[in-house]
């Protein structure tokens, strides 16, 4: 059974900071993995994946990956509130339904 | 409308009746998932299919049946409700499982009293 760990939060980081958020996971054969954000009474969305070592950027968003440590972290800079929602990870070992992290609630203050 | 779509958005039912969640997707995705989403359990799969006729269990299938007769419908059927079930339920599918992105349908609030 894979495990996903991340802190539940919330994280509060005023509007501008970066927000920092953590993923580690259990199974080593992880290849790829993806950020989903979702806000208060709404479906998950893809927001980033990644599949190997290093960092990968999308606008004000990078994820970084270090297998090794079976890590994965989202970076969001110039946070806005309406980043304010929680964010799910979800390595995935390519032949098995994704398993997600129980997610961390990010809150913006403005 | 091209998506996936789920029925009844909210429904509340008594404790022993059977209630079918309805999932319905249009773009002939080969997988779809069940997830269930609680406080403090974050998503948790119930049952997955791969194809039609071809479905498999999650981490948590107790009390829960589906069926896959066409590629685009994967109901979920609560045979007897209990409060337990009280949950948002939610609908995924994906071109293959792994390394593609999983759309999420709206998702269903049920209620069990």
């Known amino acids: 059974q894979k495990e996903v760990e991340q802190n539940s939060g919330p994280l509060s980081v005023p509007e501008g900071a970066i927000a920092s958020l953590n993923c580690t996971y259990s199974d080593r054969v992880s290849q790829s993995f993806f950020w989903y954000r979702q806000y208060s009474g709404k479906s998950p969305e893809l927001i980033m994946s990644i599949y190997s070592n290093g960092d990968k950027e999308d606008g004000r968003f990078t994820a970084q990956l270090n297998k090794a440590s079976q890590y994965v972290s989202l970076l969001i800079r110039d946070s806005q509130p309406s980043d304010s929602a929680t964010y799910l990870c979800?390595?995935?070992?390519?032949?098995?339904?994704?398993?997600f992290g129980k997610g961390t609630r990010l809150s913006v203050i403005a | 409308d091209a998506g996936i779509t789920q029925s009844p958005r909210y429904k509340i039912t008594e404790t022993g009746r059977q209630v079918t969640l309805m999932c319905h997707q249009t773009?002939?995705?080969?997988?779809m998932f069940w997830y269930r989403q609680d406080l403090g359990h974050g998503l948790r799969l119930i049952y997955y299919s791969a194809a039609a006729d071809i479905t498999d269990k999650g981490e948590v299938p107790d009390g829960y049946v589906v069926s896959r007769s066409k590629t685009e419908n994967f109901p979920l059927t609560l045979e007897s409700a209990t409060r337990s079930q009280t949950s948002v339920y939610f609908c995924a599918s994906s071109e293959i499982t792994g390394g593609t992105e999983a759309f999420f349908g709206q998702g269903t609030r049920l209620t069990v009293v």
């Open positions: 979800a390595p995935d070992s390519g032949n098995t339904p994704l398993v």
């Open positions: 773009w002939s995705h080969s997988y």
